[in-house]
């Protein structure tokens, strides 16, 4: 099935403890982002990557460190995560940059940092 | 900045009726703009793709516009049912980006 994943589905942590949320899409993709979503604001992206060892700033990267070391993985670091940053992460994904391209979401991961 | 608008932020409509969701859009120069519906505690999933030369498209029950000139897009849902009911959300993606930017949606509850 093809898919999006993501992982943990739920985590609580500390302020300042580092922590890593994996996102894995098993359609070949080139294209893969995060967006995080709260309320009143919608979703925001937060790092984007156009191929593997290709990423750049979405609108919201404060914070916020990403990897592409292969096609189908593309990790979201915070590597000393504040209240603020407690939100809904969704991973995503596309083929490429076709107009008729459809983005694919993952479940999503609810963080919440005391 | 690209900025999307949702109206009404929230509907009620008993079983069986027609509905119209709106979604507005500050810049013209858009790629493509795309339907999401979302589930309490579910990710999204793409409901509908309008790219910027065409005008409508359908699936089912549901028939989204596109009036890219009036920076405007509609989703229709014929014939509402309770498992209808969801968060719809609209996003555009602009001409030089990859990223979509996202109305704060319309949550959408069908009565049985």
């Known amino acids: 099935e093809a898919q999006v994943t993501q992982n943990p589905r739920y985590l609580i942590t500390v302020t300042g403890k580092k922590l890593t949320v994996t996102c894995s899409q098993n359609?070949?993709?080139?294209?893969m982002s995060w967006y995080r979503q709260d309320p009143g604001l919608g979703l925001r992206q937060i790092y984007y990557?156009?191929?593997?060892?290709?990423?750049d700033k979405g609108d919201v990267p404060e914070g916020y460190k990403v990897s592409r070391k292969e096609k189908r993985n593309f990790p979201l670091i915070l590597e000393s995560p504040s209240p603020n940053q407690t939100s809904l992460y969704f991973c995503?994904?596309?083929?490429?940059?076709?107009?008729?391209?459809?983005?694919?979401f993952g479940p999503g991961t609810r963080l919440l940092v005391l | 900045k690209q900025e999307v608008t949702q109206i009404p932020a929230a509907l009620s409509v008993p079983e069986g009726e027609n509905l119209v969701l709106n979604c507005s859009f500050t810049?013209?120069?858009?790629?493509?703009l795309q339907w999401f519906r979302q589930d309490p505690g579910k990710g999204l999933t793409s409901l509908l793709l309008?790219?910027?030369?065409?005008r409508e498209q359908t699936s089912g029950r549901l028939n989204a516009s596109l009036d890219k000139s009036s920076g405007r897009s509609t989703l229709y849902i014929a014939a509402s049912q309770p498992g209808d009911s969801a968060t719809y959300l609209c996003?555009?993606?602009?001409?030089?980006?990859?990223?979509?930017?996202f109305g704060s949606g319309t949550r959408l509850q069908v009565q049985p």
């Open positions: 995503a994904s596309s083929l490429g940059g076709g107009a008729g391209e459809t983005q694919y």
């Open positions: 359609m070949n993709h080139e294209y």
């Open positions: 990557s156009m191929n593997v060892e290709v990423t």
């Open positions: 810049d013209s120069a858009i790629y493509n």
């Open positions: 309008i790219q910027s030369s065409q």
């Open positions: 996003a555009v993606r602009d001409g030089g980006r990859r990223a979509l930017t």
